[in-house]
């Protein structure tokens, strides 16, 4: 008899991250990390899973393909999850913004993947409207997907991770953001 061995891979919530952190390994590759939701990764509870093996893919769409993650850490209080990855591929990470830069009526950017990779690294723009406690309320368009991708500021720095947004009949154009102070 043959046997075939099957693999089940769960899937996650999609969403986007930001690669904040590169460092050139002793075997020339890059280590990378990379900030995201913590709802993001967060396995569903209907869904039993042995912890360690969980994988996480991120998808590089200029070679299309996926790349397998480790999840290391996560605050589900502030909804912040960090993932690292090896490649051979050099990627850049971002910059972040001074604290202080993050004030009402400043512009901003949305960075993510809406929906599905149909859509992979878009970008959409919009105002601060408020920033307050743990959140930055802006109104650039963000959508299912866009969590965990950054926000940034017109120099082109991130000032915040976004994270959610309000919906209902009749709310249009209120989204929030986590500033950098409380991600990393």
Do not use: C, W
Not at 27 to 44: P, Q, R
Not at 90 to 99: D, R, W
Request: aromatic share 10%; proline share 2%; hydrophobic share 35%.
């Amino acid at each position: 008899p043959t046997y075939e061995t099957v693999t089940e891979h769960l899937l996650y919530g999609s969403g986007s991250g930001v690669i904040y952190y590169k460092a050139l390994t002793v075997d020339g590759n890059y280590l990378y990390k990379v900030i995201t939701n913590e709802h993001v990764v967060s396995v569903s509870d209907e869904i039993s899973v042995v912890k360690g093996e969980e994988e996480y893919k991120i998808y590089d769409e200029e070679y299309e393909e996926e790349i397998t993650a480790k999840l290391i850490g996560t605050d589900a209080e502030n909804d912040i999850a960090i993932l690292e990855f090896i490649s051979s591929r050099e990627y850049s990470a971002v910059k972040f913004s001074k604290l202080d830069d993050i004030k009402a009526g400043k512009f901003v950017v949305a960075m993510g993947t809406p929906l599905d990779t149909e859509f992979y690294n878009t970008a959409t723009y919009g105002i601060i409207s408020r920033v307050k406690g743990t959140y930055i309320q802006h109104d650039a368009a963000i959508n299912s997907g866009n969590s965990g991708g950054a926000l940034v500021n017109a120099d082109g720095k991130v000032i915040g991770i976004n994270t959610l947004k309000a919906s209902g009949t009749g709310v249009e154009g209120i989204g929030f953001a986590i500033p950098i102070n409380s991600t990393i």
